[in-house]
């Protein structure tokens, strides 16, 4: 055999055997996405199933098929409360606006004290004493104070996401690289450029996990407000399906709910990929 | 003497005592005299932890001395001047910074308007051959080229003094030498002078002018040896001049005592 042949030979064997690891890969990928939903299928069938033969009460638990049903009557007719969508809309719109009011404050609270010794040492036990407080009780407090409408229900959202957000600020603005606030310095930077060119910058990986979590939480806020009182929104759905013995009703809100959140927690996603193009990627994650 | 003509770096009996999170006082530099000409590249080697970091941080204003002055271009120094580069041991970059960004950074803190200090910036780059890495982010470069933007971020500043603190010594041993002969040819054109502390002997040698060996700490100037090795220097080659070696074997002899101080206190403090 030439040299030539050789090589070729060997590149044919590289190529066939490339093409075999990225068969193997997809061929996993159709594997693991197949038992998901496999898994999905036998979870529902048996709900189904149960239900329907009356193992489980179908009253209590309701049953899959009817679940889909009253999504779909809310879909087509709107509920009893107007249309879906616009209960829907109330609940996000005040989430939204909870958790962008709580997410300011906590990020800037956060930072002025981690970079103002003087503060932090001052009010730390305050802010202590008022995170071990559980916030939810603040709800009626929040209804009674600003009525039924939306602004009850921002106020309970900017509470549950305040906390999260100010401590990961104030833990990210007092773990800035000791050597790299001291470099700015020599080269130049002022306190101001120090807390806005330099703390910010290092704290918004720390902010950027609990910007996750307190989604979460802004919407826990707005549901628990819109079920203890309320004219508008998903929660209210909750609390008239519970009024009205309509499990199904309780279930169907549920499923809603998770679709929104899933999907405000994909467009965070997205936006923190873009904002850390800075950072290495992670070991074993594609980019 | 007026500020013209005054030495760069005057220290005069300076200490530095420090609090630990114990309580007790902790000396890291005791009665400190040492005066260091303009233009000149001065080495700074001691056993390790005797405090040779600390007498950086009392030039760069960084820290004050607890007592003693410290004086640069015969002015008393007076929190962080403009005066002042500093490059650190761990390559104190912005990650979240592209490589010219965080070259512009020092002229932009200083109010530079944005078309010169990227001109400034580039030019720096261009020196330390980094030029087409410029849209890069720090963790996709090497940890020499790292270093070469940190020195260009120093350098860009044009400063007066220079400041460094073991700046070559998370690096390997072949990429040091190279930056060691970057770091000699770019300080050659700026007249800037240089403090340049290191636990490496050799690498003392083969850069300064002057090397001052510390004591075991509380650091102070235990002896200034001069080198008067000619320049310009290839490092890898002047360690073979007879001349090193010679100099090498005279400043251990003093260094080496300090170090077995150290050493023996180590083993009575785990002991």
């Not at chain 2, 650091?219 to 220097?233: D, W, Y």
Request: charge should be neutral; charged fraction near 20%; include cysteine.
């Amino acid at each position: 055999m030439s040299p030539d042949t050789v090589t070729a030979s060997a590149a044919v064997i590289g190529t066939d055997r490339a093409r075999a690891r990225a068969r193997a890969a997809r061929n996993r990928t159709y594997l693991v996405t197949g038992s998901r939903i496999a898994v999905l299928l036998a979870v529902v069938g048996l709900w189904e199933w149960l239900a329907r033969t009356a193992v489980i009460d179908p009253f209590n638990f309701s049953m899959p098929s009817k679940i889909w049903d009253q999504i779909r009557t809310w879909v087509v007719d709107g509920t009893a409360q107007g249309s879906l969508w616009e209960q829907i809309w109330y609940t996000l719109y005040e989430a939204l606006l909870g958790w962008v009011i709580g997410v300011f404050a906590g990020v800037v609270l956060g930072i002025a004290l981690g970079r103002v010794r003087f503060a932090a040492d001052v009010l730390g036990p305050y802010i202590k004493v008022l995170n071990a407080l559980p916030r939810i009780v603040l709800a009626p407090i929040f209804l009674i104070w600003f009525g039924l409408g939306p602004a009850s229900k921002v106020a309970s959202a900017v509470v549950l996401v305040f906390f999260p957000v100010f401590f990961n600020a104030f833990q990210g603005a007092r773990e800035v690289d000791r050597d790299l606030v001291a470099n700015s310095r020599i080269l130049g930077a002022s306190n101001r450029q120090v807390t806005l060119q330099v703390v910010i910058p290092s704290a918004t990986s720390w902010i950027f996990t609990s910007l996750h979590v307190s989604f979460g939480f802004a919407l826990i806020g707005a549901i628990v407000g819109e079920y203890i009182g309320a004219t508008k929104g998903l929660g209210l759905l909750v609390a008239a399906s519970q009024g009205t013995f309509n499990a199904a009703g309780v279930y169907a809100a549920m499923v809603i709910l998770a679709i929104v959140a899933l999907l405000a927690e994909g467009l965070l996603t997205f936006l923190e990929k873009r904002l850390f193009r800075w950072k290495p990627a992670e070991a074993g994650s594609a980019r | 003497m007026n500020s013209e003509t005054s030495p760069a770096i005057e220290l005069r009996g300076a200490s530095k005592a420090f609090r630990t999170p114990s309580g007790t006082l902790h000396t890291a530099v005791r009665d400190l005299d040492l005066t260091i000409g303009r233009g000149e590249f001065v080495a700074v080697v001691g056993p390790t932890g005797c405090g040779k970091s600390t007498t950086l941080t009392l030039v760069s204003g960084l820290e004050e001395p607890t007592e003693g002055e410290v004086l640069v271009a015969g002015e008393p120094v007076r929190g962080i001047g403009d005066k002042v580069g500093f490059v650190f041991q761990q390559d104190a970059v912005f990650p979240w910074r592209t490589v010219l960004s965080n070259v512009m950074a020092g002229p932009r803190f200083r109010g530079v308007a944005k078309p010169e200090a990227k001109e400034r910036a580039r030019e720096w780059l261009a020196r330390v051959g980094l030029s087409s890495f410029e849209d890069r982010y720090p963790h996709q470069l090497s940890g020499g080229q790292r270093k070469r933007v940190a020195l260009a971020a120093t350098f860009v500043n044009d400063p007066e003094i220079l400041l460094m603190d073991e700046p070559f010594s998370a690096l390997d041993v072949q990429t040091r030498a190279l930056m060691s002969d970057e770091l000699l040819e770019l300080w050659a054109g700026t007249g800037a002078s240089v403090v340049f502390v290191t636990h490496d002997l050799e690498e003392s040698i083969a850069l300064a002018d002057k090397v001052v060996v510390m004591t075991a700490g509380p650091a102070t100037v235990k002896e200034v040896f001069e080198i008067g090795l000619p320049r310009p220097r290839k490092v890898e080659q002047v360690r073979l001049e007879p001349r090193f070696v010679e100099i090498y074997r005279e400043i251990w002899s003093s260094l080496g005592e300090e170090v077995r101080i150290t050493r023996e206190r180590g083993a009575l403090d785990v002991a």
